[in-house]
């Protein structure tokens, strides 16, 4: 059974800083793509950023220089730094993760941006 366990949500200020994770277990390996999506209110599930198993990064223009993508040591935990957040990074961010394959989708965690 494959999980895909997401945590470091929360609310934070304008200008502030938050570590998502994502640790990936179950029969899901080899992994070839780890990343973040999003979802804000009314908004279509965008991808945030993405790390291929060769270390090739891919980010959406609006986090550019913000936002950072990295995996753990042991490549089954993919990790989002984001710094200098914004209101309208404020949205459900998802956890996905592509085999040889098939793709998975964490729950979801939830991250407000406001004062």
């Known amino acids: 059974q494959v999980q895909l366990v997401e945590s470091g949500g929360g609310l934070v200020q304008p200008g502030g800083s938050l570590i998502l994770s994502c640790a990936a277990s179950g029969s899901i390996f080899p992994i070839n793509v780890m990343g973040w999506y999003r979802q804000g209110p009314g908004k279509e599930r965008e991808l945030v950023a993405r790390i291929n198993s060769d270390g090739r990064i891919e980010y959406t223009d609006s986090v550019k220089g913000r936002f950072t993508i990295y995996r753990g040591n042991a490549k089954s935990t993919v990790y989002l730094q984001m710094n200098s957040l914004k209101p309208e990074d404020t949205a459900v961010y998802y956890c996905?993760?592509?085999?040889?394959?098939?793709?998975?989708w964490g729950r979801g965690t939830q991250v407000t941006v406001s004062t």
């Open positions: 996905n993760v592509v085999a040889t394959g098939p793709s998975f």
